[in-house]
């Protein structure tokens, strides 16, 4: 398996991905059409987003058989040809554990339902007084307690109605879950990836849905129960760790994850359908992560995701002009980090946001929105929506132009992107100056390198609207060769001026950039153009 200072890992929306059966959802079979792909692209390990049994009211997130595949995608021997596929590549398989609940629909729920207090048990039923006494708001909007006729009791549900929260205070559900890690892992599974695991111990004193005294307990609990010793990545979603909890989660002893998802760096604040992204966050969150968890914790890095909008769009300048340049520089700038870097299926084409109107919508966090803020006005919500809703992320991957993106022979679940003729694999595959390419070498780099995964970081420019540039420096404890990995951004759209060029640079090949030229004679100035990016390594005897 591959060192996590040396890893890249790739996430799939298998929904969205490749289908290969003509229903317009994608599919197990269809990632492995693609495994080759992905190989090319040189990734380590495909996270896939929930497969299991599901009705899919949360895509998946509703999960109602945990050892099931959902015939949507396929069945289980299906997902073991493509572990041992992927395995032949040198891949693993990432699994998405949905551990905070499950779908109504689940077994456990149904009989918890007919009267099993067993099973009543394994979820946060409450009465009347105590859910007059502790009012808690879904996330995806409402209330979050739902009343339940026959067992006059509300149950919890932290998410939709159809997600009713598990009580991970009984131990039966701490060891049911530790069996479903065990069975993935007898399965050849290498990592698992933790939904919303910070929600599994609530305060209810402080009226807290997250973080709660026992987390880090139950972490450990099931770290010793499944995954703990053995050569497996693990990566929990926590939206509330600041760095004291990361180092807990992500501790060199390894009794927790490898590492976690902290999204401060994303600038989403407390109501995402009004963020907007800021360099200056990014800037201060990494200059506060790289050095704070060095030695101390391991960190993932990414900007995008199923649940967040695409990249160039969100962190980046999505207009035709300047998409290209715009994402290989948010490539590069979180690729020369220190962590594991996640990329999220199309962002390494440049994969952009699109306009939605409001039948085309697919996911129930945002029509729930809409449905809730009509107060807002058509072109408030229409813009927030195509700026944030998650159905941004989940339009069908652009594999080539034709009908359907290559994505299916049916119409998609979802819509494509209109671009995809311009925004596409086949084009991009082709052309060693697409943002493909940048990926691929950029995750390259990361293998050749020992600066990029152990280098310490320092950021030369804080506080700097205009420019965002960073050094990282590395000595071999062996050889005592140190590397100095030098990255240099101008994040306007107008010439700038880089004071931390210096004549040293003038004329040397960076290792990488966004702009051709740069590669050549021709070399970055000090004076440099739109969004131009690039990185360059100094070795001192
Ligand atoms: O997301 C956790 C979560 O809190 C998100 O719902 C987040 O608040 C939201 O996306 C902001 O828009 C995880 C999964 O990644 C997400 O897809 C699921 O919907 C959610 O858990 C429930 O399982």
Redesign the pocket.
């Known amino acids: 398996m591959t060192k996590l200072n040396e890893c890249t890992i790739y996430q799939i929306y298998p929904m969205s991905f490749q289908d290969s059966t003509g229903t317009g959802m994608g599919d197990l079979n269809g990632i492995r059409q693609r495994l080759d792909y992905l190989s090319t692209l040189g990734v380590n390990m495909l996270w896939l987003?929930p497969i299991y049994r599901s009705p899919k009211r949360?895509?998946g997130?509703d999960v109602a058989d945990y050892r099931t595949i959902d015939p949507d995608f396929g069945s289980l021997s299906e997902m073991e040809a493509l572990i041992a596929e992927a395995s032949e590549r040198g891949i693993g398989i990432m699994m998405d554990i949905?551990a905070?609940?499950t779908s109504t629909e689940h077994e456990w729920f149904q009989r918890a339902l007919a009267g099993d207090s067993h099973y009543q048990a394994f979820y946060v039923f409450r009465d009347q007084a105590f859910v007059d006494a502790h009012p808690v708001g879904s996330?995806?909007g409402g209330n979050a307690w739902e009343y339940v006729p026959e067992l006059d009791r509300y149950y919890l549900h932290n998410?939709d109605p159809s997600?009713a929260d598990l009580d991970w205070e009984n131990p039966a559900v701490r060891s049911a879950m530790a069996d479903v890690l065990n069975f993935w892992i007898g399965k050849g599974i290498q990592g698992f990836r933790f939904?919303?695991i910070d929600m599994v111990s609530k305060d209810w004193q402080a009226m807290r849905m997250s973080n709660g005294p026992r987390l880090h307990d139950y972490i450990r609990e099931l770290n010793r129960a499944s995954f703990g010793g053995q050569e497996i990545v693990t990566v929990g979603?926590t939206?509330g760790a600041d760095l004291d909890h990361m180092r807990h989660y992500s501790n060199p002893v390894g009794d927790e994850f490898s590492m976690v998802f902290n999204f401060e760096h994303l600038g989403l604040g407390c109501d995402?359908w009004q963020a907007r992204f800021g360099p200056q966050t990014f800037k201060q969150v990494v200059s506060r992560l790289q050095p704070g968890l060095h030695g101390q914790g391991w960190n993932s890095l990414f900007l995008g995701?199923?649940?967040l909008p695409r990249v160039v769009s969100y962190a980046g300048n999505d207009d035709p002009q300047w998409r290209d340049v715009s994402a290989k520089q948010w490539a590069i700038l979180l690729h020369m980090l220190q962590g594991t870097p996640f990329i999220y299926q199309g962002e390494e084409l440049g994969m952009t946001n699109r306009h939605w109107q409001r039948d085309e919508l697919r996911d129930v966090?945002a029509i729930n929105y809409c449905d809730s803020h009509a107060e807002l006005g058509g072109a408030e919500l229409s813009d927030r929506i195509d700026r944030i809703a998650?159905d941004n992320a989940r339009t069908p991957m652009q594999w080539d132009a034709s009908e359907y993106a290559g994505f299916s022979d049916a119409p998609p679940w979802i819509p494509v992107n209109e671009n995809y003729r311009q925004i596409n694999a086949e084009l991009q595959v082709s052309d060693p100056s697409s943002v493909f390419h940048c990926y691929r070498q950029l995750i390259a780099l990361r293998k050749q390198l020992a600066v990029i995964g152990h280098g310490d970081f320092s950021l030369l420019d804080a506080g700097d609207p205009e420019r965002c540039c960073y050094v990282r420096v590395y000595r071999d404890p062996e050889t005592g060769v140190q590397q100095r990995l030098l990255v240099l951004a101008n994040l306007s759209e107008c010439h700038q001026e880089m004071p931390h060029f210096s004549s040293a640079l003038e004329g040397k090949a960076p290792l990488i950039s966004n702009y051709q030229d740069a590669q050549g004679g021709g070399g970055p100035s000090s004076l440099f153009r739109p969004y131009e990016t690039a990185a360059w390594l100094l070795q001192d005897p």
């Open positions: 987003t949360d895509n997130y949905v905070n609940h996330v995806f998410f997600q939904d919303v979603e939206w995402k995701n199923h649940d966090e998650r």
